[in-house]
Each structure stands twice: as structure tokens, then as C-alpha cells.
């Protein structure tokens, strides 16, 4: 069945960085369009990047352009969220989604706060 497991999460100060991981699994992954997303406890999950199956094309929501980074290893089947001078409004749970699958993973913490 399809696994997404997140890895990478933490506790950073404004201006840090982190890396984020989803484990793939269950699916024919390097076909698959895959997605980062985040929530606030409230809020609706909003999307935050989307890379396709080769990894030629990637999209970012605003308020990340530019700081954050989507990435695959497909031979690995993971895609990579790396972000860059975070911000207090970054902190969110950030879950990845495989396109056409309706299964979410855990999701990992990011808190940014000095």
C-alpha cells in the first residue's frame, strides 16, 4: 500500500535552515507528480511545492519562492523539501502527498522561533 513517511523537522531560529525528507513507497514513484504541504493547527493545509515525476518542473507557493527548494532522488524514492531563511510563519506541520493518492503521511514539526 502507499507510505509516505516525513523526516527532517525541528526547532531553528529565523534566518536557519532545514531539510526535509519523504519516504516514499507502494507506487511507481518516479512517475508520480509529488507535493509538500503544511497546516497550522485551525488552518487549511496549503501547498507549499510541487515537483513532477522527472523533476524538470517545480512550483512554489509565494510566500516561499525563493527560500524553499523541492527535490527527488528517484533511485531512492524521496523528495526533499530544503528551506531557507525561515521564518516564524513557516512554523506548520509539513506533510507530502502523492499525486492521485489520497493517503497522507505523519507529517513533521517545523518551528521557527528564537
Known amino acids: 500500500q502507499v507510505q509516505l513517511v516525513e523526516s527532517g523537522g525541528g526547532l531553528v531560529q529565523p534566518g536557519g535552515s532545514l531539510r526535509l525528507s519523504c519516504a516514499a513507497s507502494?507506487?511507481?514513484?518516479?512517475?508520480?507528480?509529488m507535493t509538500w504541504y503544511r497546516q497550522a493547527p485551525g488552518k487549511e493545509r496549503e501547498l507549499v511545492a510541487t515537483?513532477?515525476?522527472?523533476?524538470?518542473?517545480?512550483n512554489y507557493a509565494d510566500a516561499v519562492k525563493g527560500r524553499f527548494t523541492i527535490s527527488r532522488n528517484n533511485a531512492e524514492n524521496t523528495v526533499y523539501l530544503q528551506m531557507n531563511s525561515l521564518k516564524p510563519e513557516d512554523t506548520d506541520v509539513y506533510y507530502c502527498k502523492a499525486a492521485m493518492f489520497s493517503v497522507w503521511g505523519q507529517g513533521t514539526q517545523v518551528t521557527v522561533s528564537s
Open positions: 515537483i513532477t515525476g522527472t523533476g524538470v518542473t517545480t
Open positions: 507502494g507506487f511507481p514513484f518516479n512517475y508520480v507528480t
